[in-house]
Each structure stands twice: as structure tokens, then as C-alpha cells.
């Protein structure tokens, strides 16, 4: 069997500000010492570690893959924030992954048609590009009340709040580098 | 945000979940803790067995209820009504932490003297202009004394134009005495907001309302703490921003911020609700809470944008450093001091983009094309059938997502489709649906709930033509890039510019290769331009062009190049310091400086958390200081001084221009400076009993030009009965992740309306039985589930009876149903422009709609 610890432990060569010991009475033994030794359910593959991609209390997982196909999803239980644990949601996670309902092509319908059309992947992102770009350059607002603003207004962009940090930061640089204004995610207050 | 943000300096939760087992008391208002963020309430649970007390105020009666100490049931959309009357029960019988309030808020300002209260105004406050609907805060400001200006030359620009904008230090009273301080004026505004008024606004029994006040106060001392939790049921309302801020006061008055245990956890819906506002994907902010340039106001060019934007007496005076390294990352060599660092590429706001307006403006015809990742707006948006009829109004949309989500059918399977009242031909949206990765096929970090950002690793290929959305986006980039490079126009400069080199750090064991990650990273957490070097921490940003950095906020999670903390996985039983990485400066509990006294030392032995180390003059404890390491407690603010000069050794709240949590909100807010109960523009009753002329919010945003966009507006005979919307355990959001998953749809095969037995039976209705739900906005159809967790309520005298229904359905997908959205109104508050889906009204009729579609 893996011994999971061995890699899916991290730790970078910098540690927290605070002295961490059993100061004051407060328990900071580490959490893998306190569980009682949770067996992962597949022993055969490889596992990497994850996070719950759907509320945000961030349980950490474990995902095995064999032969490039995922085959369980887990709470990890080194975890502090889950110990292990996953709600009915994080544990359907495998279905997310593995799921025949899940379109492997790219669907065009074009205006006013009844029915959708497979597309190549590279038509689709050409052609999205080249709308982007024939928009923009129809619509554009230099300057508006004798200011410089510098606007697309022909653009939106509604993101979702279950997307990666490192999309949010590249999309929101790519939209105001075309001068986009309209974007949007889930997030509110 | 600005809800904790204005009281406290940052808009995030301030704790963690795990920080909960050691409170005393916890309060979940606005929350179903147990159903909605399962895992995390093991923490409440930890606390409840350790003898905490758990209070779950709520609506409906639901599993968290059933798992707390008490359940005190109170009609949707008065939360402020209710912890107005906890603040007045705090002030009126002593109860509040009196030497945290004189130290660590600003009770004791003194208000200008045309400042007015609702108490005065009938309901609202003074600077009111009923034709914009708009507020003119300028009375709300602090009186100050006269501006001591330092001496010598500026060291830079933060500091040059931070002096430019220096103001006195308001005036105090710490006797709290002065009619005119904050303390007296909130006495006076919540005076009438009494266990009697509760009783009669939201149908809490006194002794209810008694019982919650007398355990939260009693357990919020020196030697004891109360956590409060909230989510969407504080923040979807037309006043949610004031809702959080009532808590926010309230946690204040009582000395909880700050300290183990204290706190308000802010418990987000998404994964990554909180990194995706950081690092931002909101119209109106940039990375890190910088703000948006707008039109409209002084942001002509960089340096009036700074000066504007400056406040010169906070952690925040060093926002030039910030603002100028994110235009140096995302701009390269191509910005210089010469041309402003390329700042006027960014577009200035024109107006309100939020959401609401976003769609506006499709159905207008304004927006021409709109690009949905990730969000599926056609059943999830308020009024979404108004949705559909803006997309249905686009020339051409993108929609990424790992299923064919209604957003993508809605041409060919809405219920307006279906019915004939539209036809699919008719429609002249060009459709692109992009089949999206899930979650396990790319790599990436989530910031979660407390502000903690985790890594996970790809474990596999995604199948087919599956693409991650950081692979759309860069590769779009790119051929954005490659359109444009020919340009010479001065408009393109921004496009052309842009920083835009992210290519994979190939990984063999993939076919796939995802944009790097390690770049990225790198780019948000920030280096030295001349050495490429990744930055340590956000003081080591400049504001002369020599450090890039998209989002200091962020800056410490990559310290070194081979370091990347968010993937730390070394837990401990307490704060887990070495898992994962907590912005800022992986602190975990924010504003800690506050769980010592003024002089440094811990408020008890038992809540013992950061304090101050004599022998070693530094901050030290459990956790990493949210305070300058080595000021220590009485150092005394510099006259003159800007930034963290301008604080003293004992100012917790770092971010805010006085160092102290904004009980009153002088400036920030749309709507207010202290939360006032207004009924939502749905509502049973048919007056605002606080202040019978002002019924409704006056700043509250109502569409009521869309197309069936009205609202019921009090006491609509039409519309008699109370309905909140919300989520189940089993689903998520509008179901796009989770109704075509097996076994969730079996778990939770189907849309119900959740009714008391006693409406039931006035209805006629059994259980399982059909009902038609009907608002002006839509009418859809569900089966009854008659339950007692439904209980009808006595407001004004009659028995108010409020329905309960989950959002998650819609026309795709292996389990479907009606949209419950399209009953709800696209209404908002005036901050964050956030709807009002959890108090709304609605009539119920047995039986079903013909066909099954409205
Ligand atoms: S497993 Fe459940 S509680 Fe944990 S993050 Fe996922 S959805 Fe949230």
C-alpha cells in the first residue's frame, strides 16, 4: 500500500509566524496523530490531493486515478478541516468526473437553427475571438462626457464562484485588458 | 464586503469553522449551518458538546435547528429588527463590553451636529435626495480637530499624497457621555427596538428574544466568547449590507471581535466565492479590493485616482504600492512613471455593471455578446425568465460548463419553448457551449470560507474536447493577442501590452497541458522586477514601478520560488498554521491584536490568544499577529503621521482610518450609517411599524421597469403568503453541478414546496399533492411537503404564513422540475446590488399547472 503521508504531506521550507507548540494548555499536536487511522477505500493508483470543488468549507480529498481514469474520490482525513469527512455532495464528486451525461464536444447552434451542430475545438475558439474582437472594434467608447474611458461596452463576462484562483485573476486580467466593464461572478457580500 | 468591511477594515470572514469549538455561545441566524456547509458544522457541534450554548434564529426550522440548543423562530426579512433590539438590550442594561467599546471602537467619536437620525427623519437619515434616491453622506462625518501636518520631505508618493489628503483626528469623548458620540446616538436610534417591538415585527416571543439576548451577553466577557454565523439569509434582502453590520456592530458592542472563539463567520455559498471577489471577477473592483477607475468620479489619471482613492491614516495609505504593481504586472516593460504605468488602459466604469444591469443591458441590446463560465443565469438569476429573454436578445454566447446546462438549451427546452409562447427559430443567439473539465482534471487553489487557500493537483485527462476554463481563457488571450499585434490604435495599447506568457511547465504524465500555474502564482503573489525574485510579504511592495504584483493581498503565499504555501499540508489541532496558506499573511483570525487588552496582556487566561512579549518586544501567541510585530501596546500615535503611524500601540482594526471598529459607518455605505429596519418591497404587513412613513428602503434598486418585474409591494391580497428560498444538502446553486450526477438526483429527485400543516389545510392540500405557486414575475408548480418545521407566525395581529422552497431545479438534466427563480423579483440593495430572494411574497394553489409548464 502507498503510504499516503509520504506525499500528499507538504510543507513549504517557511513556517508560520507564531510558535507553534503546546503553549497554554491548547492542543497542537498534528491532526494525523489524533485520528484514529482512516484506510483509504482503493489502494490500487495513484493519489493525489484535492479540494471539494462545491461549498465553501474547502474539504480536503483524495483522488485516485488508474490509467489516466479517475476511479474514487475521498475525504482526506489528514485534513483539519474535514478530518475525513465529506457531505453527500463531496462524496458524489466521482460522478462529476465520471459521468456519461458529460458532452466530450463542442456544440454550435447557430441563430435561429433548431438543433446543435458539433464543432472542432479550434473553429470554436477562432471564431469566439474573432467576434470578441469585431464587437469590440464596432462598439468601443474612447472618451464619454469628455473623459478618456477607454470601454467595451459590447462584452460581458459572467463567471462562476466554483472556478480556480488562478482563472479568476487571468480572466479579469484579459477582460479589463479589452476594456471589458460588464463582469460579474456569483459573489455578492 | 462592505458590510464586515466598513465595520471591521476587510470584507472576509474573520474566523474560522474550526475556530468555533472554542466558543462559549454561537449564533446562526441567516444560516442552515447543518444542511449547507455539513462538514463544517462538526466545529459547532465540538463546541455544543464542550458545554457551549448553539442559538439557531431562523425562518424555518431545519436540521441545524434541530441540532441546536434552541431554535427561536422569527418572520424572514427583520433580522435588523431583531439585533437592533439585541444592540438596545447590550446598551440599556450595561451589558456591553465597556472597556473594549472605548478602546477598540469608535463610540466615543463625536458626530457632526447636522448629522440627523431616522429617530429625527421618520425613517430616514439626513442627506437624503428622494428624487436620485441617493444619500449625501457629509453629515455622517466625524467633528475633528485641526490637522497637525508633519514636517520634512515625503520618502514617496504613498506618503506625498496621503499627506495631501490628512485630516484632523476625530474628536472623542471616552466618558461616551457627549450626545453627540456615537455611543448616545446609537442609544438613541435603537431606543425602540425593544423584546416588544421583536414580538410584533417578527413574531418572536419576548421571552424568546429575552432568552437569546441574556445568553449572548452573558457569554461575551473577558473570560468567555460568542462566534456569530451567518449566510445568504442575512444577505439576500434589499438591506443585507445593513443586516451584516447590525452583527457587525453587535459583535463590537460586545468585545467577541478579534478573539478565539468571537468572530463572525461569513459562510460563503461557493468553493471559491472568496478568491474569486479577491482577485476579481466583480465589475467594480480590481485584485486585492483595489477599486474600479469610474467616469464619474476624480480617476482622470493615475495620480487623481490615488489621491481619490488614498485614506491616509490606515494600513490602506500604501495602496499606490499596490495599485502601481498590479499595473506593472499586467503591463510589463510597457509601463512606466512616463505613461502612468499604463493606467488609462484600464476601463473606467460608466455607471452600475453589476449583474442585474449586466442583463439589462443584453436585453437592451447594449451588451452584443457575453461569455457564461461557470454560472447558469437562464434558472439561477432572480426573475430568470427576464434571464432568458436577455440571452435570448445576445447575438452570440459562450457557455463552458461540464454538462448542458440551461443556460445552453434554454433555445430549444425553457418553459416558454416548451409552451409554444416562444419559438426556437424565433431566437438569434449564436450558441457556443465549450464542454468544461471538472474540478479533478486541472490544478488550481480555492480560498475557502476563512480565507484559506488550498491547492489541489490534477489527477487526470480531462475526455474529449473538455478544456479547463484557464486554458480558455489563455488560449483566447492569445489569439486576442495575435489580433491585435498589429495595431498601432491607442485603444488597443491595454490588449497589446498585456503580460501574456503562461505557458504550461509540460508535465509528461498528461496528454494536456494546463497554462502554468507556477506563473501565475508567482505573477499574483508578486516579485522583484530587477531580480525576478517572488516577494515574501506585502511590505516589500513599491510604489515606484519596481515590484509587480497582482494581488497583494496574496503576496506571501509564494515566498520562494520552489514555496508554495497554499499547498502546505501539515495540519494541527488548533489553528493549523502549516495548512494551507490564509490571506493576510496567513493569519487566521483576523483583527487578534483585539484579544489582548490596551496594555497588551490577554482579556483572561481562557481566551488567551495573541499578547504582547515584553522580554521579547514583540506580539506573539497562537497565531500570526494581524498587528506590526514589534509596535508595541503603548506606542502612541505620531501627529502628523500617515499610514500605521497615525495608530497607536492599541488600534486592532489596522485597515480603518482610525484603528477602531466603525460602530457608526461615517462613510462607505449607500444607505446608512447605522442599520434601520425597513420590510422588504414584498411583504405580509401592511407598515413598517418602526417608522410607519418609510415603509420600504428608500435606496433599495428596484427594476420595476423590466418586463414583469413588479413588485407586490405591503400587505398585496394577491400575494398573501411569506416565501424564502434556499438550499438542500444533496444540490448546489442552480443544480449545474449536481442534477446530473445519479446518485444526487436520486437522493433529491424533486422540487417540493415546503407548507405548514395549518396553510395546508386551509388549502386544502395533502401531502405530495401538486401546488401552483404564483408571484407577479411567474408562476411554477411543485409537490406539497406538509411540515411542522413550517410554522405560521403572529405579525400584526394575523397569523402570517411563510412558504419554503429549494432553488435548485430547472428544464435540463436527469433531474429536473420548475425554475423556482422565475417567481422572485430582480430588486437590490444599494451596495453590492445583491436581490431579495430569502422574503418575498407568493399565492399557493392546489393543483397543477397545464402541462407542467407556465
Ligand atoms: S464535502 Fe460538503 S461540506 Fe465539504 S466542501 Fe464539499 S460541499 Fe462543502
Known sequence: MITRRDFLKRTGAVTAGATIAAVGGINVKPVQAQITKIKLQVKEGRQVPSVCPYCSVGCGMIITESEGKITNIEGNPDSPINLGSLCPKGAAALQLAVNDERPE????????????????????????????????????????????????????SLGGSTLENEWNYLHAKLMRGLGVVNVENHARI | MPGLGTSYGRGGATSSARDLQDADCIVIMGSNFAENHPVGFRFVLRARDKGAKVLHIDPRFTRTSAMSSDYVPMRSGTDIVFLGALINYALQNDKYFKEYVVNYTNAPFIIKEEYQDTEDLEGIFSGFDPEKKTYDNSSWAYEREEVVLPEGEPANLSERLAREKLVGRPKRDETLQHPRSVFQLMKKHYARYT??????????????????????????????????????????????????????????????????????????????????????????????????????????????????????????????????????AWYGDAATAANDFGYDAIPKTLGNHSHYKMFEDAYNGVIKGMMVIGQNPAVGGQNASFHRKALANLDWLVVKDPFLIETATFWYEAPEVKNGTVKAEDIGTEVFYLPSTVFAETEGSFTNTSRLLQTKEKAADPPGDCRSDLWFTYELGKKLKDLYKDSTAKRDWGIKNLTWDYEPDVNPRFKIQEPSEHKIIKEINGYDIATGAPLPGFGDLQDDGSTACGCWIYTGVLPEETVNRAANREGDDYQYLNWGFAWPANRRNLYNRASARPDGKPWSERKKYIWWDEAEQKWTGFDVPDFAATKAPDTPAVPGGVGLAAQSGKDPFLMLPDGVIQLFAPAGLADGPLPTHYEPPDTP?????????????????????????????????DYPFVITTYRVTEHHLSGAMTRWLPWLAELMPELFLEISPELASELGVQNKDYVTVETARGKIEAKALVTKRMRPLKVEGKMVHTVGMPIHWGYSGISTGSVPNDLSAIVADPNVFIHSSKAFTCNVKKGRLPGGVA
Not at chain 1, 134 to 152: A, H, W, Y
Request: charged share 20%; aromatic share 8%; proline share 6%.
Open chain 2, 195 to 328: 423584546p416588544e417591538m421583536v414580538e410584533e415585527i417578527c413574531g418572536t416571543s419576548k421571552e424568546e428574544f429575552l432568552m437569546v439576548a441574556e445568553t449572548v451577553t452573558a457569554n461575551s466577557t473577558p473570560e468567555r466568547t460568542t462566534t456569530f454565523c451567518y449566510a445568504m439569509g442575512w444577505t439576500q434582502h434589499t438591506y443585507g449590507v445593513q443586516t451584516i453590520r447590525a452583527g457587525a456592530i453587535l459583535q463590537g458592542l460586545l468585545g467577541n471581535m478579534g478573539r478565539p472563539g468571537g468572530g463572525i463567520l461569513a459562510l460563503r455559498g461557493h468553493a471559491n466565492v472568496q478568491g474569486a471577489t479577491d482577485l476579481s471577477t466583480l465589475w467594480n473592483s480590481l485584485p486585492g479590493y483595489l477599486d474600479m477607475p469610474a467616469k464619474a468620479r476624480e480617476h482622470d489619471t493615475l495620480e487623481d485616482f490615488l489621491r481619490a482613492q488614498m485614506r491616509p491614516t490606515s494600513f490602506w495609505q500604501n495602496y499606490p504600492k499596490y495599485l502601481i504593481s498590479l499595473l506593472k
Open chain 1, 105 to 156: 464536444k463542442v456544440l454550435y447552434r447557430a441563430p435561429h437553427s433548431t438543433s446543435w451542430e458539433e464543432k472542432p475545438l479550434d473553429w470554436a475558439m477562432e471564431r469566439i475571438a474573432q467576434k470578441i474582437k469585431e464587437d469590440r472594434d464596432n462598439s468601443f467608447i474612447e472618451t464619454q462626457d469628455g473623459k478618456l474611458v477607454n470601454v467595451n461596452p459590447a462584452l460581458a
Open chain 2, 685 to 717: 404587513v401592511s407598515t413598517n411599524l418602526l417608522y410607519p412613513n418609510q415603509t420600504f428602503s428608500p435606496t433599495a434598486v428596484i427594476f420595476d421597469h423590466l418586463p414583469n418585474n413588479k413588485v407586490h409591494g405591503a400587505n398585496n391580497s
